[in-house]
Structure formats: structure tokens, C-alpha cells
């Protein structure tokens, strides 16, 4: 599962450079939290567009935030999305919780923005996204069973522009993470 993940400075100068931003004003740095807005990449001609969409699908009961790449293309929610509305969010990080509740920080083994697979729907305020979400690999699943699809940077213009190899894509899709984790040993006497 991913609830909430972090945008920087060096997300916002990726967006810059490799998308055609309208504004200024969609780029933000700090925590992306379910319901608030959020930089997206979608495709766009000549470059991909960073446009600002909210971050979650209100559901029957609640708002859905994640989508489970096994069940994509089953659920008649997502099956339009998956072959029609592929996006991608640049993100600095993500984080999860582990059985303490103490949060955990997931970055890339390399430097540089991650970028989480996503599906979005149409919406009169400018859109709406899901994060794709896959079981965990060995670095997560000490502290999480699900963890966010993360697109190879060498494959974010086929990932916006094939949706039919969207699930080959998703398949193979590997980008090793690291975690960091602040917190430490007390005492109970002390």
C-alpha cells in the first residue's frame, strides 16, 4: 500500500526539464497526503505534461487511493483506466509504517525522483489519481505486504504513450529501493 509519499526540489526540476508545465504553481515539495493535489505525468506531445490532479477516487464507502496491479484489469473501475489513462507521479520518496507504527522512508538506490505508476479519471476540478500498487520485495516487506509500482526512468515515455504494454510494463518493472528509518533504542529508566 502507498499513503503517502514526498515530493523536493529535485523532483521539481525533473518535472521542469522533461515535462511541458503550464504553471508553476501545480510543482510542490513536502508530503502528497490522500485528497490533496499533486503533480501528474501524463502523456502530451512533443513531452509529456505535468498537469495537478487529487489524489484519490471517492469510492462507495471510502476514497480509494491504490489500485492492485493483479487485479486491473478485472475490476470494471480500473479496466478503462489501465488501457486508457496511464500516468506517472515523481516522487522524492514514499513511506510506510511498520508493525510499531514507526514510519519508514523508502527512497531510490540511485539518486533522483522515483516515479510511481498511476492511473487517473477525468474530473470537472482536473482529475483524479491511483497509485498501482504490487506485493512487496525483499527491502519492504519486512515493514509491508503491498508497496507502489515504481516505473524504470528508461521506460516513463513507453509507460505514458503504450498502454498496451501497460502490463508487460508492469510485470518487469524493478527499481531497487533503499529504506531509512529514524528511530531509536530508549531505556525504559531513562
Not at 521542469?16 to 502528497?32: A, F, K, M
Not at 490522500?34 to 495537478?52: D, F, L, T
Not at 526512468?153 to 502490463?167: F, P
Request: with cysteine; glycine share 8%; hydrophobic share 40%.
Amino acid at each position: 500500500m502507498c499513503g503517502r509519499y514526498a515530493a523536493d526540489g529535485e523532483t521539481n526540476d525533473w518535472l521542469r526539464t522533461y515535462c511541458r508545465c503550464p504553471s508553476e504553481e501545480i510543482l510542490r515539495t513536502g508530503d502528497v497526503r490522500p485528497g490533496e493535489r499533486a503533480p501528474v505525468v501524463v502523456a502530451g506531445s512533443p513531452k509529456p505534461i505535468a498537469v495537478s490532479m487529487t489524489w484519490g477516487i471517492p469510492g462507495a464507502d471510502s476514497l480509494i487511493i491504490n489500485a492492485r496491479v493483479e487485479t486491473l484489469w478485472e475490476k470494471p473501475a480500473f479496466r478503462h483506466l489501465i488501457e486508457h489513462r496511464l500516468c506517472l507521479l515523481p516522487a522524492s520518496c514514499f513511506y510506510e509504517w511498520d508493525a510499531g507504527k514507526h514510519k519508514v522512508t523508502l527512497y531510490g538506490e540511485e539518486s533522483g525522483p522515483l516515479f510511481l505508476a498511476g492511473i487517473y479519471q477525468a474530473d470537472p476540478e482536473g482529475g483524479r489519481f491511483v497509485i498501482i500498487t504490487a506485493p512487496a520485495d525483499e527491502t519492504v516487506k519486512p515493514i509491508h505486504d503491498r508497496m507502489p509500482v515504481r516505473i524504470p526512468k528508461a521506460r516513463i515515455g513507453e509507460w505514458l504513450s503504450d498502454a498496451e504494454r501497460a502490463r508487460e510494463i508492469l510485470a518487469t518493472a524493478a527499481v531497487p529501493l533503499r529504506r531509512e528509518q529514524d528511530a531509536e533504542q530508549l531505556r525504559l529508566w531513562e
